[in-house]
T-cell receptor
Framework: GAGVSQSPRYKVAKRGQDVALRCDPISGHVSLFWYQQALGQGPEFLTYFQNEAQLDKSGLPSDRFFAERPEGSVSTLKIQRTQQEDSAVYLC???????????FGSGTRLTVV | DAKTTQPPSMDCAEGRAANLPCNHSTISGNEYVYWYRQIHSQGPQYIIHGLKNNETNEMASLIITEDRKSSTLILPHATLRDTAVYYCIVSKGGSQGNLIFGKGTKLSVKP
């Protein structure tokens, strides 16, 4: 597609529930990033993929967070046993690599109740 | 922590040039200066980036000082749709290109 697509756009989860957030990057984009954005704050880095390889997961806040990109295209961010502090907008970005700018999706707003 | 310093907010009159400053005094030689903006309820949008030379595209111009310790993003004719939070980021790009966002500058374009 023309842009980065994320689904669902909104997700409400009960505390303790597992959730899966999907990102469809721009076709051919090698690099894929996940960010978390709390209300009123700038986005914070979670993890980075180059093709199917997860090269950096230093930003994942706990072992409840897991991301994958098995075929080097679509990526899924999974959060197990969600907690209220996980409430945020989760942003996905992709890039052709190098010094090029990233294209961000519109994000998934997760609300844990 | 973000390696840039930006004013928290700025106002600009519609049709006038908006000049957004950014300090990045600790930038290293292989780091680029990137600008993104985020309109309410949308993901960040890439605007422009540069290494040493000034850059211009259809959206904006980027002026980088000779010592590279500061830069200015210029929107030549601001419109109401340019109201957004503008982020100045320094990054090496590529596989080391994790972007570290600060708080940015909230630009309000007023009629």
């Amino acid at each position: 597609g023309a842009g980065v697509s994320q689904s669902p756009r909104y997700k409400v989860a009960k505390r303790g529930q597992d959730v899966a957030l999907r990102c469809d990057p721009i076709s051919g984009h090698v690099s894929l990033f996940w960010y978390q954005q709390a209300l009123g704050q700038g986005p914070e880095f979670l993890t980075y993929f180059q093709n199917e390889a997860q090269l950096d997961k230093s930003g994942l806040p706990s072992d409840r967070f897991f991301a994958e990109r098995p075929e080097g295209s679509v990526s899924t961010l999974k959060i197990q046993r969600t907690q209220q502090e996980d409430s945020a907008v989760y942003l996905c970005a992709s890039s052709l690599g190098g010094a090029r700018g990233y294209t961000f999706g519109s994000g998934t707003r997760l609300t844990v109740v | 922590d973000a390696k840039t310093t930006q004013p928290p907010s700025m106002d600009c009159a519609e049709g006038r040039a908006a000049n957004l400053p950014c300090n990045h005094s600790t930038i290293s030689g292989n780091e680029y200066v990137y600008w993104y903006r985020q309109i309410h309820s949308q993901g960040p949008q890439y605007i422009i980036h540069g290494l040493k030379n000034n850059e211009t595209n259809e959206m904006a111009s980027l002026i980088i000082t000779e010592d590279r310790k500061s830069s200015t993003l210029i929107l030549p004719h601001a419109t109401l749709r340019d109201t957004a939070v503008y982020y100045c980021i320094v990054s090496k790009g590529g596989s080391q290109g994790n972007l570290i966002f600060g708080k940015g500058t909230k630009l309000s374009v007023k009629p």
